[in-house]
């Protein structure tokens, strides 16, 4: 994990209305899907609705990637200190599109208490759900782009988090390039 694949799990709030609310579900996620949909990874929205490079991915249920193509899409690092975020994207050819980082705090480990609906009765384990979400202009300097955030505080809720970001177009949500890992 973290070298070919980067899994974000964005819960999304449209199932609410059948009478369990998901906790970590968050109105911009299901339109975020929705955005997808309109820019044509997705042919509808629905959950499980698993994206790979932008597109969707129905062979998620065999448990195993397609071949991906090897791209130099350029390098993308992230530095973390106890209070901020810095990412540095180097692009391995010139863009001239304006581009974005966005950076998704992941817990992993949450519990959570089905009360209503198919799986009444049940707790889940949940991993890879984003529990904040940032995104910001990249600034070009001397052939790096760089953004800087805060940390969100929120994460202690989380018996383990880690970070994921990626580089985009400010046109499309399809990652140029993703990076993320576990933190201590």
């Known amino acids: 994990m973290w070298i070919r694949v980067?899994?974000?799990a964005f819960h999304v709030d449209y199932w609410d209305y059948i009478g369990w609310k998901d906790?970590?579900?968050?109105p911009?996620?299901?339109?975020?899907?929705?955005?997808y949909a309109a820019e044509g990874g997705l042919t509808t929205v629905y959950t499980p609705g698993l994206l790979l490079n932008g597109k969707a991915w129905q062979g998620w249920r065999r448990g195993t990637l397609p071949q991906l193509p090897a791209l130099n899409a350029g390098e993308l690092q992230l530095e973390i200190d106890a209070d901020h975020w810095l990412a540095k994207f180097t692009p391995a050819h010139p863009t001239e599109h304006p581009l974005l980082v966005t950076v998704a705090w992941l817990g992993f480990g949450l519990k959570s208490s089905i009360d209503a609906g198919e799986n009444r009765g049940r707790q889940l384990t949940n991993d890879f759900i984003v529990l904040d979400l940032a995104q910001l202009d990249l600034r070009l300097e001397n052939g790096v782009y760089t953004a800087t955030g805060s940390r969100p505080h929120k994460l202690a809720l989380a018996p383990r988090i880690a970070l994921a970001a990626w580089v985009a177009t400010e046109s499309s949500l399809t990652p140029i390039q993703a990076a993320g890992g576990w933190l201590e």
């Open 6 to 8: 980067v899994p974000v």
């Open 23 to 26: 906790p970590y579900a968050q």
């Open 28 to 35: 911009d996620f299901g339109k975020r899907q929705r955005r």
